[in-house]
Protein backbone atom coordinates (compact mmCIF):
# COMPACT_ATOMS: atom_id res chain seq x y z
CA UNK A 1 0.00 0.00 0.00
CA UNK A 2 2.71 2.14 0.73
CA UNK A 3 4.21 2.26 -3.27
CA UNK A 4 0.28 3.59 -4.35
CA UNK A 5 1.01 6.74 -2.26
CA UNK A 6 4.58 7.57 -4.07
CA UNK A 7 3.21 8.82 -7.47
CA UNK A 8 0.58 10.95 -5.54
CA UNK A 9 2.95 12.27 -3.42
CA UNK A 10 5.30 12.65 -6.34
CA UNK A 11 2.62 14.02 -8.31
CA UNK A 12 1.66 16.74 -5.44
CA UNK A 13 5.76 17.60 -5.27
CA UNK A 14 6.08 18.31 -9.30
CA UNK A 15 2.69 20.68 -8.88
CA UNK A 16 4.10 22.85 -6.21
CA UNK A 17 7.31 23.22 -7.79
CA UNK A 18 5.29 24.48 -11.66
CA UNK A 19 3.50 26.87 -9.42
CA UNK A 20 6.64 28.34 -7.89
CA UNK A 21 8.37 28.16 -10.84
CA UNK A 22 5.10 30.46 -12.44
CA UNK A 23 5.21 32.99 -9.58
CA UNK A 24 8.96 33.43 -9.82
CA UNK A 25 8.62 34.21 -13.57
CA UNK A 26 5.36 36.27 -13.20
CA UNK A 27 7.49 38.14 -10.10
CA UNK A 28 9.93 38.75 -13.02
CA UNK A 29 8.25 39.48 -15.35
CA UNK A 30 6.26 42.49 -13.48
CA UNK A 31 9.40 44.05 -12.06
CA UNK A 32 11.09 44.10 -15.45
CA UNK A 33 8.02 46.19 -16.88
CA UNK A 34 8.87 49.96 -17.22
CA UNK A 35 6.64 51.71 -14.34
CA UNK A 36 6.55 55.54 -16.06
CA UNK A 37 3.19 56.29 -16.90
CA UNK A 38 1.86 57.35 -19.83
CA UNK A 39 0.94 60.37 -20.36
CA UNK A 40 -1.74 61.32 -22.82
CA UNK A 41 -0.97 64.19 -25.21
CA UNK A 42 -2.60 67.76 -24.88
CA UNK A 43 -4.31 69.40 -27.71
CA UNK A 44 -5.11 72.91 -27.93
CA UNK A 45 -8.90 73.52 -27.83
CA UNK A 46 -9.59 74.30 -31.21
CA UNK A 47 -12.90 76.52 -30.46
CA UNK A 48 -10.63 78.48 -28.34
CA UNK A 49 -7.74 78.63 -31.73
CA UNK A 50 -10.69 79.58 -34.26
CA UNK A 51 -11.93 82.73 -31.63
CA UNK A 52 -8.20 83.95 -31.61
CA UNK A 53 -7.68 83.70 -35.07
CA UNK A 54 -10.97 85.49 -36.00
CA UNK A 55 -9.80 88.52 -32.84
CA UNK A 56 -6.79 88.11 -34.85
CA UNK A 57 -8.24 89.05 -38.27
CA UNK A 58 -11.36 91.15 -37.60
CA UNK A 59 -9.97 93.25 -34.63
CA UNK A 60 -12.31 91.54 -32.37
CA UNK A 61 -15.29 90.44 -34.59
CA UNK A 62 -16.10 86.96 -33.78
CA UNK A 63 -18.89 86.68 -36.81
CA UNK A 64 -16.28 85.89 -38.85
CA UNK A 65 -16.01 82.05 -40.04
CA UNK A 66 -13.21 80.27 -39.15
CA UNK A 67 -11.70 76.88 -39.67
CA UNK A 68 -8.54 75.47 -37.86
CA UNK A 69 -7.60 71.97 -37.52
CA UNK A 70 -9.04 69.29 -34.48
CA UNK A 71 -6.65 67.85 -32.51
CA UNK A 72 -3.42 70.14 -32.90
CA UNK A 73 -0.87 69.04 -29.97
CA UNK A 74 0.19 71.62 -27.83
CA UNK A 75 4.02 71.13 -28.59
CA UNK A 76 6.67 74.67 -28.59
CA UNK A 77 7.09 75.73 -32.57
CA UNK A 78 4.12 73.03 -33.77
CA UNK A 79 2.49 75.22 -36.80
CA UNK A 80 -0.72 75.00 -38.68
CA UNK A 81 -2.49 76.60 -40.97
CA UNK A 82 -6.55 78.16 -40.20
CA UNK A 83 -8.83 79.14 -43.13
CA UNK A 84 -11.01 82.36 -42.91
CA UNK A 85 -13.57 83.64 -45.33
CA UNK A 86 -13.48 87.59 -46.15
CA UNK A 87 -16.40 88.53 -48.18
CA UNK A 88 -15.93 85.97 -51.41
CA UNK A 89 -12.44 85.05 -50.86
CA UNK A 90 -10.91 82.28 -48.40
CA UNK A 91 -7.70 83.10 -46.80
CA UNK A 92 -5.25 81.27 -44.87
CA UNK A 93 -3.50 82.46 -41.81
CA UNK A 94 -0.54 80.40 -40.03
CA UNK A 95 -0.71 79.68 -36.56
CA UNK A 96 2.64 78.85 -34.54
CA UNK A 97 2.52 77.31 -30.79
CA UNK A 98 4.75 79.42 -28.40
CA UNK A 99 4.65 77.21 -25.40
CA UNK A 100 3.44 74.62 -23.66
CA UNK A 101 0.84 76.86 -22.22
CA UNK A 102 -1.08 77.13 -25.57
CA UNK A 103 -0.09 80.44 -26.20
CA UNK A 104 -0.35 81.06 -30.43
CA UNK A 105 1.39 83.87 -32.38
CA UNK A 106 -1.16 83.90 -35.61
CA UNK A 107 0.68 84.99 -38.82
CA UNK A 108 -1.88 86.90 -41.13
CA UNK A 109 0.66 86.86 -43.86
CA UNK A 110 1.74 83.30 -44.42
CA UNK A 111 3.12 83.73 -47.68
Same mark, same amino acid.
Request: charged letters at 15%; glycine letters at 4%.
Given at each position: ? &??? !???AR??? $??? $??? @? &??? &??? @? =????? $?T *???P??? %? !?? +????? @?? !? &?? *????????? =?? !?? *???????V %???????? %??????? =?? =?? %? @??? +?? #????? *???? #???
Amino acid at each position: M &ANQ !RDPARLMV $AFS $AFV @V &AVC &AVV @V =TVKVL $AT *SSVPVQP %Q !RV +LDPAA @VE !R &AV *SFEVAGGDT =TV !RV *SCPVSVVV %QVGNKFDC %QYWDAPN =TK =TV %Q @VTV +LS #DQGEL *SIDT #DPG
